[in-house]
């Protein structure tokens, strides 16, 4: 069974600029998380996505950062315009129906100068 | 609110020695708890959970944690350690269909 896939691996960019990572969770999977996790920190949820509905977008800083889910499957995250305190690495993970077991990704270390 | 406090940043030990990783979490109702793993450049896995039942949870790599509800507490252990079991441990707690709360971690170092 192939794992959570995220895009790119690592990102650098300058501030100011756009950015988007993209993420393929398990088949069959129908939660999906975004995280952000800082240096020494532990992950913490920017959005959680039952299918294609976003049910906790509450930390989401929705003046620069937006997702998306279509079709309830791959998802997209999005920054614009980074800033230089975005740079962190975000995690993605998906989640089967009827446990609380997630799964995450490798993760995109996103580096903002 | 719940929260997760995970006391040690780092805890180095020497190579078949016994580890404890502390955990705390703080919530007012019942809780589930988790300890995931991040392998060097990898995703965070989980290594064992908690949701009801027996309080003594194990994983198939030899650690187990152990749910102490008076001391709200779900520290981790494992009686001899390999070099292996170099990683980040992160403590977790949710409450059922809310969003899981993670620790800061604990990068264990195994010394040769």
């Known amino acids: 069974e192939a794992g959570v896939v995220q895009s790119p691996r690592y990102k650098i960019i300058e501030k100011k600029q756009p950015v988007a990572f993209w993420c393929n969770p398990i088949s069959g999977h129908n939660t999906l998380y975004w995280y952000r996790q800082n240096l020494g920190q532990g992950p913490e949820l920017l959005i959680r996505?039952?299918?294609?509905?976003?049910?906790?977008d509450s930390q989401l800083p929705k003046d620069r950062f937006s997702a998306e889910r279509l079709k309830g499957v791959d998802s997209t995250l999005k920054i614009q315009p980074a800033e230089l305190g975005d740079s962190a690495v975000y995690l993605c993970a998906s989640q089967p129906s009827e446990t609380y077991e997630q799964y995450f990704g490798p993760g995109t270390r996103l580096t903002v100068t | 609110a719940q929260s997760v406090t995970q006391l040690d940043s780092q805890v180095p030990v020497f190579e078949e020695a016994p580890v404890e990783l502390r955990c705390n979490y703080s919530?007012?109702?019942?809780?589930?708890l988790f300890w995931y793993v991040q392998y060097p450049n990898q995703g965070l896995q989980l290594l064992l959970k908690?949701?009801?039942?027996?309080?003594l949870v194990e994983s198939i790599n030899g650690f187990e944690a152990e749910f102490n509800k008076s001391q709200t507490s779900f520290h981790l252990r494992k009686p001899s350690v390999h070099i292996s079991d170099t990683a980040e441990y992160f403590c977790?707690?949710?409450?059922?269909?809310?969003?899981?709360?993670f620790g800061k971690g604990t990068r264990l170092h195994i010394l040769p």
């Open positions: 996505y039952e299918n294609e509905e976003a049910v906790d």
């Open positions: 919530s007012s109702v019942s809780v589930y």
């Open positions: 908690y949701l009801s039942g027996s309080t």
């Open positions: 977790a707690v949710s409450h059922r269909d809310d969003k899981i709360i």
